[in-house]
């Protein structure tokens, strides 16, 4: 066995990030449909792990200790560039978001239930390849696991659950670019980077306006960005034993919107881009490990049901975002990114839609409203909106009766 030390683990991640860069730029297919960096790069060292324990009887061990923190930076970070001023004017887009989400997670569940009753599996099983480990992610997926194992009796839960919310992320990383730009093609949409030069819509150069970040700049985002993840590691303490769990990210990025927007009026003030970078490494750094540590052997141990389950909620996934979210949302190009970041967090998570959103800004142009109602909607009230919607499901007696 390989084991890589924490260092020597970072290395291999910042690695694997230049080759998935290298990759998106050059293979014309990634590129065309803005497949994220960590995706590439990471699923690529899962593939060759993968090579050296099957055929070599070598594997590979990361030290990935440093994961929940640089979730946890991603997350504050969000929370310092979030303009609250910017929110109440995207107001209306956030509440059709929320509406377009509301049937999705029931007819998510609906999909994984009839699939379970079609491959002759037990219902809870549907629910556990719908918004369980989804729009849940591992920790939803862990919680109801334990609980399946416990009261239901269902054998190798917890691998499949797992296995299915790793699947999700990569679903979600690689669906959401090919469905944004699908949609931009057919609706003939364009971001401030696509315009031609002279045409009378070219983007501003910020950079002319403004002096690129300093050390001191990245110095103060630095320590903001840390002060809240231990806000907000204090604040989950409080509330740890309420009826209702929330995730610990949701209060550092409550505690960066707090920063943010308070702060100004005391005299604070933080350099955005200072605070966009640091949470665009972040948010790399913790895909590219997740990635590299995707267990292919599992994988393909949990194979069959599991796969087919995930490849009609992926395609039932793509279809929702693309004839209903998109039209739900003003049917623009702000539209166009925030239906790809829907299948980011649909099938994986909200750092998969932030990333998918990156890919497609980095190519196309900025997209400010969906930065601020994404990460409201998939960091704090598509959770909420979760639990009550299992809930109710598994309450009913031909699912769970619990």
Same mark, same amino acid.
């Given at each position: 066995? &390989?084991? !890589? /030390?924490?260092?020597?683990? @970072? #290395? $291999? ?5 230049? *080759?998935?860069?290298? %990759? ?53 970070? &969000?929370? !310092? /560039?979030?303009?609250?001023? @910017? #929110? $109440? ?5 956030? *509440?059709?978001?929320? %509406? ?53 009796? &269902? ?248």
């Amino acid at each position: 066995m &390989i084991s !890589l /030390t924490p260092v020597q683990s @970072l #290395l $291999a991640c910042c690695l694997v990030l230049v *080759i998935g860069r290298v %990759l998106t730029t050059r293979i014309g297919v990634l590129a065309r449909y803005s497949i994220p960096d960590p995706i590439v790069g990471g699923l690529l060292f899962a593939v060759l792990a993968y090579l050296l324990s099957t055929w070599g009887n070598v594997s590979v061990s990361l030290e990935t200790s440093i994961k929940p923190t640089l979730l946890l930076l991603f997350f504050g970070s &969000i929370g !310092l /560039t979030a303009n609250l001023k @910017l #929110l $109440a004017k995207g107001g209306p887009r956030l *509440i059709a978001f929320l %509406l377009a989400l509301i049937p999705f997670l029931v007819l998510q569940n609906a999909v994984g239930l009839g699939m379970a009753w079609l491959l002759d599996l037990h219902p809870l099983m549907g629910l556990l390849g719908g918004t369980i480990t989804l729009v849940g992610g591992h920790g939803t997926g862990a919680a109801y696991a334990t609980r399946f194992a416990d009261f239901n009796n &269902i054998q190798d839960v917890m691998a499949l659950a797992m296995t299915s919310a790793t699947l999700g992320l990569v679903l979600g990383g690689v669906v959401g670019g090919p469905v944004a730009e699908w949609i931009m093609r057919r609706h003939k949409l364009a971001g401030s980077l696509d315009h031609a030069p002279g045409d009378g819509h070219e983007a501003p150069d910020l950079n002319e306006a403004a002096p690129p970040p300093t050390a001191g700049s990245f110095i103060v985002s630095m320590t903001a960005a840390f002060v809240c993840l231990v806000a907000g590691g204090f604040l989950a303490s409080l509330v740890e034993d309420a009826p209702v769990s929330l995730p610990n990210f949701l209060w550092c990025l409550a505690t960066g919107v707090l920063i943010r927007n308070a702060g100004a009026r005391l005299g604070l003030k933080l350099d955005d881009r200072a605070t966009e970078i640091i949470g665009t490494i972040s948010l790399s750094l913790f895909l590219g490990m997740t990635m590299m540590t995707l267990d292919l052997s599992s994988v393909a141990r949990l194979a069959g049901p599991l796969a087919l389950m995930l490849a009609v909620q992926t395609l039932f996934c793509a279809l929702y975002a693309a004839w209903v979210v998109f039209r739900m949302l003003k049917r623009d190009y702000e539209a166009a990114i925030m239906s790809a970041a829907f299948c980011g967090f649909a099938l994986g998570a909200t750092a998969t839609a932030i990333a998918n959103m990156q890919a497609l800004t980095r190519r196309h142009g900025p997209a400010p409203e969906a930065f601020i109602v994404v990460p409201v909607t998939g960091a704090f009230l598509v959770d909420i909106l979760n639990v009550i919607v299992l809930t109710s499901l598994i309450s009913l007696p031909f699912v769970g009766g619990m």
